[in-house]
């Protein structure tokens, strides 16, 4: 019995250190290759799941006995090691307690007291987040007060100021399209006064109209007479006068033809004072015959195969406003029709044959 107490000491020693190795050393070993000495299989006893933790305690400096802040004089290995579950070896067979027996040196050496903090477990950290402290917002002072105030009035200043400038703009936008449509009126109302103007020294102006008449000294005889029909009195420049023989007076040129026409001289510094008039040219049945250059023509004449047309134009200026003005011109066109006993003159001819300027 005295070895049996031995090894049931060690297995004691051994599981107060908290070592496996004792266990292990323990399951794997047998008195014959895991066998009893009759030969059979030695039963293994598994170590109990259950074990009670360990209080946590400081690291114990290296070289010293002591924890820091502990009395160096009271420290012992047995205070820091936690109370374990001690199993029973008593029904064990002998096998495993000549196993025990022969893990006797290991275990003194584990129970060691230096050697105990190799063998016990790193304590676990918890890292505990700080949460972000939450800013504190200062009081608000009265000079935070005023200078807030103050940038309100400023604000409120500012849109007071851009409405009242937009106002401005729209005024003086209104004022400028009032006075674009004054100077447009104004224009308007000068070109009408100069029209006005105009018309007035129109009116004013001699006026000479062409008219036929008949001669008082003979009979199928006619004369053309140039009347002032103005407010002014005209003086005659010059005035020239063509006659010619068409089909139809639609048969004349477009424009009448000056350039081989008769100049009456005698009308040349005439003055014609409104209402008073003058003989330009005098036509009649026996100035017929000596304009047709053959019997042959004089027949047709007479058949009205072809007309007679007479035209021509005069030239005058205002006495009034002598120089100032362009001369005007006064244009005529007469048609002489030829019966067999009596004959007629009118005013015929296209338009460019009847011009006043």
Wanted: proline letters at 8%; a negative charge; one cysteine or more.
């Amino acid at each position: 019995m005295h070895w049996k107490g031995l090894a049931i000491l060690a297995l004691l020693a051994a599981t107060a250190q908290g070592s496996p190795a004792v266990w292990a050393q323990e399951a794997g070993t047998s008195a014959g290759a895991g066998q009893t000495t009759n030969g059979q299989a030695a039963p293994t006893y598994p170590r109990p799941a259950t074990t009670y933790p360990r209080p946590a305690t400081a690291q114990r400096p290296a070289g010293t006995g002591a924890y820091p802040g502990a009395n160096p004089g009271a420290y012992s290995g047995a205070q820091t090691k936690a109370p374990a579950y001690t199993p029973s070896y008593a029904n064990r067979p002998a096998g495993a307690a000549q196993a025990a027996q022969n893990a006797n040196q290991p275990a003194a050496t584990a129970s060691d007291p230096d050697n105990s903090t190799a063998d016990e477990p790193a304590p676990q950290q918890i890292t505990v987040a700080t949460p972000a402290p939450v800013p504190v917002t200062a009081p608000w002072g009265w000079q935070d007060r005023i200078a807030w105030l103050a940038r309100i009035v400023l604000a409120v200043l500012a849109l007071i100021g851009i409405y009242i400038g937009l106002s401005l703009l729209k005024k003086i936008d209104r004022q400028t399209q009032y006075a674009e449509t004054a100077a447009q009126s104004a224009a308007y109302s000068a070109q009408a006064a100069l029209l006005h103007a105009q018309a007035i020294v129109r009116s004013e102006r001699p006026w000479i109209l062409v008219t036929v008449e008949p001669s008082g000294k003979a009979e199928n005889r006619f004369m053309i007479v140039a009347t002032n029909r103005g407010r002014g009195p005209a003086r005659i420049i010059s005035a020239v006068d063509k006659i010619t023989t068409e089909i139809d007076q639609s048969a004349l040129p477009p424009e009448p033809d000056y350039e081989d026409a008769e100049t009456n001289e005698s009308l040349d510094a005439v003055i014609l004072l409104p209402g008073e008039s003058t003989g330009i040219k005098t036509f009649g049945r026996d100035d017929v015959r000596e304009f047709c250059s053959s019997d042959e023509q004089f027949k047709r004449v007479e058949k009205w195969e072809e007309v007679i047309l007479l035209y021509g134009k005069i030239v005058y200026e205002d006495l009034v406003d002598l120089g100032n003005v362009e001369p005007s011109q006064t244009a005529w066109c007469c048609w002489y029709i030829h019966g067999r006993q009596n004959s007629g003159m009118v005013m015929a001819g296209p338009p460019a044959y009847n011009r006043h300027t």
